[in-house]
């Protein structure tokens, strides 16, 4: 045993020796202090903090009642044992009262010992009770943190759905607070009762299930994707009694594989049509150039008539025009993806500018026999614009021959309105229209109504594409109306900068 330090309040030398004797007697050393007054008592105490206090009852100018109540009250852990030569038992049930761990007749030291033996071996359980008591407070504190701060939300229920424990995180998942949700059904989160039904056949099936994904209902009336992992839990019979689960908010994880799947049907399109455009690009080149040389060899003829040659001389000049129009596509394209493109604005009558792309398409529309008309809103000197020219009549000459290429019978129709600071120009035809479900594609580069070899028009698939990008560059927005079989009509609104464009850089045409 290790050696127990002593306080002993006793102011007889002899029996003081006789408690000493009758200790050692056990093997037991000790570190043993004797004391008679309170003074020395506190100052004792004060020195070295004693394993165990022994007093006798009644001393000349102190106590042992006195004593105890001292050290009841500033060290309630240390052992106190009343040793006294007589004491009656209404005393002893007095000093039990307050605290002593026993008493003890000095003409029966005998039970000295082991009193002393099992006050400190209580004093040992009740300090390691309460160690262990701060342990578990320290570990439930640690949990409670842990079970409130978590991001996922673990939930435990019973096997009907109601919920017996939720952890806060509740709130950021679905709006709910825990109060909310506690003794509620699980079942209201779940969008579908069925895929709840299918979790429960899954868990009696396997006991277990990892990353179940659904989709739960939140208090605003969104939805949030989650992922659950859940397992069963048991009672005392080894029956199952409920389940444990741990929720995930895979909402943003589930956004970003839907945005990689678009992004990789957008590649594979692209690369489709991509691929459409590097197999119709040499046709596009091949039939003007097989028009240029086969014409070309024609012309050697010296037997041939005036009026043939003119005609041979138009067939070239035709598919110059072609190839021409091909070759600007490509370089406009080219630009806007090298970030060259840029704006020059000028002021200029749009009046006139229209009349000049009615004079300039009026013989195609006339050589398909179709009719061309021009709508004007404004006046001639109300029909000032400030825009980049240029990319407006890429604009409008890929519109207008877009139309006259798809329309067999019928007309072509455009012109302009002012809305507001704007103007919207539109071009409307008769022709062939376009399927609803490729409006929304059309503008995309390569892409072309009919994409397979035998198809009946001509082009690249760049004309669209050319326009929305000079389009947004002039911060407007295009559109289409059509109905397959019932025409097409595309509207397109620019700004009209005329209020911010300085004077100095007006060009009036």
């Given at each position: 045993m290790e050696t127990i330090k002593i306080v002993h309040v006793e102011d007889c030398p002899s029996d003081s020796e006789l408690i000493v004797s009758e200790i050692k007697q056990n093997e037991i050393n000790i570190d043993y202090t004797r004391v008679t007054t309170e003074d020395e008592l506190m100052n004792a105490l004060n020195k070295e903090y004693p394993d165990i206090i022994l007093a006798d009852y009644q001393l000349p100018n102190y106590n042992g009642k006195k004593a105890l109540k001292t050290c009841a009250s500033l060290y309630p852990d240390i052992p106190f044992i009343v040793i006294s030569g007589t004491l009656g038992e209404e005393r002893a049930v007095e000093l039990l009262k307050y605290g002593a761990s026993d008493y003890i007749l000095k003409q029966n030291l005998t039970r000295l010992v082991p009193a002393i033996k099992y006050a400190l071996n209580q004093k040992?359980?009740?300090?390691?009770?309460?160690?262990?008591?701060?342990?578990?407070?320290?570990?439930?504190?640690?949990?409670?943190?842990?079970?409130?701060?978590?991001?996922?939300?673990?939930?435990?229920?019973?096997?009907?759905?109601?919920?017996?424990?939720?952890?806060?995180?509740?709130?950021?998942?679905?709006?709910?607070?825990?109060?909310?949700?506690?003794?509620?059904?699980?079942?209201?989160?779940?969008?579908?009762?069925?895929?709840?039904?299918?979790?429960?056949?899954?868990?009696?099936?396997?006991?277990?299930?990892?990353?179940?994904?659904?989709?739960?209902?939140?208090?605003?009336?969104?939805?949030?994707?989650?992922?659950?992992?859940?397992?069963?839990?048991?009672?005392?019979k080894d029956q199952p009694c409920g389940i444990e689960s741990i929720v995930r908010d895979i909402s943003t994880r589930k956004k970003v594989e839907k945005e990689l799947i678009a992004a990789k049907e957008r590649a594979e399109e692209s690369d489709r049509l991509k691929s459409a455009f590097l197999a119709n690009i040499s046709h596009e080149i091949r039939t003007p150039m097989n028009g240029i040389m086969g014409f070309a060899n024609l012309l050697k003829d010296n037997s041939l008539e005036g009026k043939d040659k003119r005609l041979y001389l138009g067939m070239i000049q035709e598919s110059g025009d072609r190839m021409l129009n091909l070759i600007d596509q490509i370089i406009y394209i080219s630009k806007i993806d090298a970030g060259e493109a840029h704006l020059n604005l000028s002021t200029f009558n749009l009046n006139k500018y229209i009349k000049q792309l009615f004079l300039f398409f009026s013989l195609m529309a006339k050589k398909k026999g179709l009719e061309l008309f021009y709508h004007q809103a404004h006046k001639d000197d109300l029909a000032m614009i400030c825009t980049d020219k240029e990319k407006l009549d890429t604009i409008l000459i890929n519109l207008l021959t877009n139309a006259l290429k798809y329309t067999h019978e019928g007309k072509v129709e455009y012109g302009y309105r002012k809305i507001d600071d704007s103007i919207e120009f539109f071009v409307e035809d008769t022709g062939i229209g376009i399927a609803k479900e490729q409006q929304q594609v059309i503008f995309n580069r390569f892409y072309q109504v009919e994409q397979d070899y035998s198809r009946k028009y001509e082009g690249a698939g760049l004309g669209l594409s050319i326009c929305k990008a000079y389009i947004d560059m002039l911060d407007g927005h295009i559109s289409v109306k059509s109905d397959l079989g019932k025409g097409a009509e595309f509207f397109f609104s620019i700004p009209n900068l005329t209020k911010t464009l300085s004077r100095k850089s007006e060009v009036i045409v």
């Open positions: 040992k359980l009740v300090l390691d009770n309460r160690k262990a008591e701060i342990k578990l407070m320290q570990s439930e504190r640690k949990y409670r943190n842990i079970f409130e701060t978590i991001q996922d939300v673990f939930c435990r229920t019973d096997l009907t759905g109601k919920i017996l424990v939720i952890s806060p995180s509740i709130y950021r998942l679905t709006g709910y607070t825990h109060s909310e949700m506690l003794n509620k059904n699980i079942l209201a989160l779940y969008e579908d009762q069925e895929v709840f039904n299918k979790k429960m056949e899954l868990l009696k099936k396997q006991g277990e299930i990892w990353d179940f994904e659904t989709v739960s209902k939140c208090k605003d009336g969104a939805h949030k994707y989650i992922s659950i992992n859940a397992h069963l839990f048991y009672d005392d």
